[in-house]
C-alpha cells in the first residue's frame, strides 16, 4: 500500500499482526473477519453469528426433527459462535447435540479418502433421521459427499443445512443446499457506512456491528417433514412419493391403516396442520420449485405434476399458501436477488461512493478453506 493515495480500507482478516497494522496506517479502517473473536482496535461489522446457528436450528427443528448435530471448526470463533447458537436453541428445545469439530492443519495432513472416511464413521453413528448445520457451504457439500459415500439419504435419512447460502454452490448440488443467508448486502452497506462515520470525524461504535442474518433458504437438503408417530410418518411418505398424482384423504388414511378421523388428530397433534393443508402445502412445494426452473412450464403443465387436477384448482391453492399468484412468483424467482450477493466487500465498494477505498482479504478462500468469516 505504499504510495497509495486512499481515503480508507476495508479489511477482511482474523490475523493479529494484520490488524494491528491496520490500526497503526493512520487512515479509517473497517474489518469484516470473524475468525477471532477480537478485532485489535479495528472497528468491525459481520453477520450475527450466534443468530445464525439459532436459525439453523429453528429451521430443522421445524421440520419436526428431534436429533441435531453440528459439523463446524475447531480453532474459528465464527463457528464457535454459530456452534453455540444452534446448540443453545436445540436446548431450549429439549433436543441435545451431536457435534463434530476438525481443524485445517488436521485435514491438510489427510488425503481425501482418510477426510472421507472420519466424516463418514461419524454419519453413521448418528440417530436417523437427524439434521445438521454445517459451518458454511463449502463444508455442507463435503458433508453430502459423506452421506453418498456411506449410502444415507438426504433428506431423508439426514437433512443438511449450509451457511452463506453461496448460489453457486448450493443451486448446483444434487440434492440442492439449504443455508443460512448472510445478509451479505446489508453487511457491505453498513461496513461503509461506518467508514464514512469516520471520516466524518463521528464517534465509533464500542461493540461489534452485527447484522442479522436474512434467515433459512430452503431447497432440497431439508424438503422433509418428519414425525415420531408412525401413523403421520406412513402418511407423509405416501403423500411425498405420489404428489404428481390426484389422490384424497381417504387413500392417505387407508395407505395408513387408520380411520380419517385419527388421521386428522395424529396431524394436529404431531404437526399443528390437517392432511388436507398439509398435502397442499407439499403440492405447492413442488410448484414453486417448477416455476424456478429455466424452461418455462405452462400453468397447466405445473398443475398436472403437482396433482392439482386443474389450473384454476392449482392457482387458487398457490396463492392461498403463498399470498401470490404463481406468474408474480415466477417473476421473483428469476430475478436477481442482491441480498444473496456472497461478496460484501462488493457492496461496499459500491456504497463508498466518490472516495477511493481498498478492499483487503488474507488471500483467496480455496474449496473446503476455513477462511470465510
Not at 473473536?37 to 439453523?56: D, I, L, Q, T
Not at 457451504?137 to 443438511?160: H, K, M, N, S, T
Not at 436477488?337 to 477511493?356: C, I, N
Request: aromatic share 6%.
Amino acid at each position: 500500500m505504499r504510495g497509495w493515495k486512499g481515503d480508507a480500507v476495508i479489511v477482511l482478516s482474523s490475523e493479529e499482526k494484520e490488524l494491528r497494522y491496520a490500526h497503526r496506517i493512520g487512515l479509517p479502517v473497517v474489518n469484516l473477519g470473524g475468525g477471532s473473536a477480537k478485532s485489535y482496535g479495528v472497528p468491525r461489522v459481520m453477520v450475527n453469528h450466534h443468530k445464525a446457528g439459532r436459525m439453523a436450528a429453528d429451521h430443522l427443528l421445524g421440520r419436526g426433527l428431534r436429533h441435531l448435530a453440528f459439523f463446524g471448526w475447531q480453532d474459528l470463533w465464527y463457528s464457535d459462535q454459530r456452534q453455540m447458537g444452534f446448540i443453545g436453541r436445540a436446548r431450549e428445545a429439549g433436543v441435545e447435540c451431536e457435534v463434530l469439530l476438525r481443524t485445517s492443519r488436521l485435514e491438510s495432513n489427510q488425503n481425501w479418502p482418510q477426510r472421507i472416511a472420519s466424516l463418514t464413521r461419524w454419519l453413521v453413528s448418528l440417530p436417523r433421521p437427524v439434521g445438521i448445520f454445517a459451518v458454511q457451504d463449502y463444508r455442507a457439500q463435503f458433508l453430502i459427499e459423506a452421506c453418498q459415500e456411506a449410502g444415507l439419504r438426504i433428506p431423508a435419512d439426514i437433512a443438511v443445512v449450509g451457511m452463506d447460502n453461496n448460489e453457486a454452490v448450493c443451486d448446483h448440488l444434487a440434492p440442492t443446499l439449504s443455508s443460512v443467508s448472510r445478509s451479505s448486502q446489508k453487511v457491505g452497506w453498513e461496513a461503509a457506512a461506518l467508514l464514512d462515520r469516520i471520516l466524518r470525524g463521528m464517534k465509533l461504535p464500542l461493540e461489534d456491528v452485527l447484522i442479522d442474518p436474512d434467515g433459512v433458504v430452503a431447497r432440497q437438503s431439508t424438503a422433509m417433514q418428519y414425525s415420531e408417530n408412525p401413523v403421520v410418518q406412513n402418511a407423509l411418505d405416501y403423500m411425498r412419493e405420489r404428489l404428481r398424482e390426484q389422490f384424497n384423504i381417504s387413500a392417505v388414511a387407508e395407505h395408513s391403516k387408520a380411520s380419517k378421523r385419527t388421521l386428522e388428530m395424529r396431524f394436529r397433534e404431531s404437526l399443528g396442520s390437517s392432511p388436507h393443508s398439509f398435502l397442499t402445502k407439499l403440492r405447492v412445494q413442488r410448484a414453486e420449485h417448477l416455476l424456478g426452473l429455466p424452461q418455462k412450464l405452462s400453468i397447466g403443465e405445473i398443475a398436472n405434476q403437482c396433482g392439482f387436477g386443474t389450473a384454476t384448482t392449482f392457482y387458487a391453492a398457490f396463492r392461498r399458501v403463498t399470498g401470490q399468484s404463481p406468474a408474480s412468483f415466477r417473476r421473483q424467482s428469476g430475478r436477481p436477488d442482491r441480498d444473496r450477493v456472497s461478496d460484501p466487500l462488493m457492496w461496499a465498494a459500491a456504497r463508498s461512493g466518490p472516495r477511493s477505498m481498498t478492499l483487503l482479504g488474507s488471500g483467496p478462500a480455496r474449496k473446503g478453506s476455513r477462511s470465510r468469516p
